[in-house]
């Protein structure tokens, strides 16, 4: 109590000393949400149903974009990408399956890793058509293969229009629905 009565004093005292103290405190708060929203906060619109099971046409996501400036994505992460680089075009959101240096082939609706069934760990449908991944695809040093999760129903990396996806073209992971609320929640 007699300390509590004292620090009251003190700012009774320094008027000055203690709306400085304030504004420091809010300009810190101010700056730590800023950092917040520019790596963490960047949202995105899901076009499409490309995504079916894990995203809706219309689902309002959130970005990490912190996420790949250290490291790729890993097999499996969603993301969020500029087709070819393009900034005029709307941003793509994919499932990630090859990895750099990798081979992928799609056979009778399987997916071929390196020669080995990759078994997703999902219920995906089964692939009716593998498209350009009907022969052997070699990823390059920074490219990525992707799939839609409505594979039926989705331009990806089977198809010439898409390709592969480069590393600079990633925009970062998708971590979170933020609408709407009947959907919200985490991507996994």
């Given at each position: 109590?007699?300390?509590?009565?004292?620090?009251?004093?003190?700012?009774?005292?320094?008027?000055?000393?203690?709306?400085?103290?304030?504004?420091f405190q809010i300009i810190v708060v101010?700056?730590?949400?800023?950092?917040a929203?520019?790596?963490?906060?960047q949202s995105r619109t899901n076009i499409g149903q490309a995504m079916n099971s894990t995203l809706s046409g219309g689902d309002v996501v959130l970005l990490n974009e912190l996420s790949y400036?250290?490291?790729?994505?890993?097999?499996?992460?969603?993301?969020s990408f500029k087709l070819n680089g393009s900034e005029d075009t709307h941003s793509?959101?994919?499932?990630?399956?090859g990895l750099p240096g990798e081979t992928i082939q799609i056979i009778d609706g399987m997916i071929y890793i390196n020669g080995s069934v990759?078994?997703?760990?999902?219920?995906?449908p089964q692939m009716e058509n593998a498209g350009m991944a009907a022969q052997e695809i070699t990823l390059g040093e920074d490219e990525y293969f992707v799939l839609g999760d409505n594979r039926n129903q989705s331009e990806d990396s089977r198809f010439a229009d898409m390709g592969n996806v480069k590393l600079e073209d990633?925009?970062?992971?998708?971590?979170?629905?933020?609408?709407?609320?009947?959907?919200?929640?985490?991507?996994?």
């Open positions: 109590m007699r300390k509590q009565k004292k620090e009251r004093e003190k700012v009774r005292k320094n008027p000055i000393k203690a709306g400085l103290g304030w504004l101010i700056l730590f949400a800023y950092i929203v520019f790596f963490f906060g400036r250290f490291s790729g994505p890993s097999r499996e992460d969603v993301i793509y959101i994919r499932r990630v399956i990759y078994l997703e760990t999902q219920g995906f990633i925009e970062g992971k998708v971590w979170a629905v933020l609408s709407p609320s009947d959907h919200r929640g985490l991507v996994k």
